[in-house]
Structures are given as C-alpha cells and as structure tokens.
C-alpha cells in the first residue's frame, strides 16, 4: 500500500475555474503537509505548508488538512494559465530514523485560456 | 529567500563514465537530500543524509551511489558507472524539522542528466 495517493490527472479547467486538488494517506503519524507546484524541467516549488489539521489561505490558494479522514485539499481560485503545472502533495513526519517526506505522484494541471 | 543551489544544470556523459552533482544545501539545514525523476514520471527518494551520513536510502540508492559532504556547505552526489537508465533530473533538496517556519523541504532547480 502507497503511503501517499494522489490522482495523477492530467487536469484540464478553463480560466477562472476554481481547481481542487487531493490526496489521500495512510500513515496517522504525519503531522506536516505540504503542497509544490513544478513546472516542467524545474525543481519542485512550495507553495503552501500546514501543519496538523485546519485551512490555510494564501492569495489564490487554499490548503486543507482532514487528519480524521487521512485526506488533504489544494483549492485554486480563480485559476489563471501561469498555474498550468504538476502539483505534487507531500507530507511527513519526524522519526527517530530521520526526517522523512512522503510524495504523491503529482497531478498535471492545464489551465486554458 | 535562502535556496538550495545546484550544479551543472545539464551535463551529458559517456555510459560507464564516473558523474559528480554538486548542490549547496539551505545554510542552517541539517538534513540534505537527493531525489531523481525521469522525464514524465513521479520524484523518487534517493537518499537522506543527517549528521555525516545517511539516515536512509532507497533501492535505487545501490553502490554506484554515493554521497558526500566534503566541506560545510557542499553536498554531493556521485555516480560511479553511470547507465543509459540514469538519465534523469536529479534534485537535491534540504530540510530542518527545528526551525520555527517548520518541517518543510526544500528543493533545488536539478541537474539534468543525461547518459548516452
């Protein structure tokens, strides 16, 4: 069993479209979650951190953490082309081991003009 | 903003030639990082390395693998025999689960490597 699900897509919206992103877990131990944009041939960017569970706003952007159901959201407004890019989830947990990050496999959005 | 530096950007070798990636982790980071992705496919873990050596590896991480820290801001990664299957973009990422802006990772803009 994966760690982490993420619906790979590709996802195609219209400009303007409001986008929302999910991805699923199994590990109850995670307690930071992270959303990155990549943009083809560049290295993966972080656009939103939470940490536990609760909403956090920025901008455009909306992150959502349901730790009951294992489940996590990225809400894009008002979607605009520049936002067409593979948005990885990603989230871990502090082990005695190390300091460990889970990845989904990343959802491919195409916003069209 | 402080950012993980790679280098080069792009390197193209020879199949059985020896290839050094270079990164410059975050400066008060503790832990550093390699991941590797193929063109069109997901990031994989390579390796996690904390306190002059690895906390973790993964299968792919075999023996032409190898990282390094040579001095108190280089991170390195090594690929003794590289392979047609290595060509991929290597990313060097770092993290410290004890700052106050809290556990997130942070990724470099990659190496491109390709084997021929």
């Known amino acids: 069993q994966k760690e982490v699900e993420q619906d790979p897509g590709p996802l195609s919206v219209p400009e303007g479209a409001i986008v929302s992103l999910n991805c699923t877990y199994s590990n109850s131990a995670f307690q930071y979650f992270m959303w990155y944009r990549q943009y083809s041939r560049k290295g993966p960017e972080l656009l939103m951190y939470t940490y536990s569970s609760g909403n956090k706003e920025d901008g455009r952007f909306t992150a959502q953490v349901d730790k009951s159901s294992k489940y996590i959201s990225l809400f894009i407004r008002d979607s605009q082309p520049s936002d067409s890019a593979t948005y990885l989830c990603a989230m871990s947990a502090v082990w005695n081991t190390g300091n460990q990050f889970y990845f989904g496999t990343g959802t491919s959005l195409t916003v069209i003009p | 903003e402080p950012e993980v530096t790679q280098t080069p950007s792009h390197q193209v070798t020879q199949m059985g030639q020896e290839v050094i990636l270079r990164c410059v982790p975050i400066s008060n980071h503790l832990y550093f990082y390699w991941y590797r992705q193929i063109l069109g496919q997901k990031v994989e873990f390579l390796v996690s390395?904390?306190?002059?050596?690895?906390?973790?590896k993964s299968e792919i991480f075999d023996d032409q693998f190898s990282v390094e820290r040579p001095d108190g801001s280089n991170f390195t990664l090594k690929i003794r025999s590289t392979k047609l299957e290595d060509s991929a973009m290597y990313f060097c990422a770092s993290s410290d689960p004890g700052l106050s802006s809290g556990n997130t990772i942070y990724f470099g803009e990659g190496s491109w490597l390709t084997v021929v």
């Open positions: 390395f904390y306190n002059n050596e690895i906390s973790e």
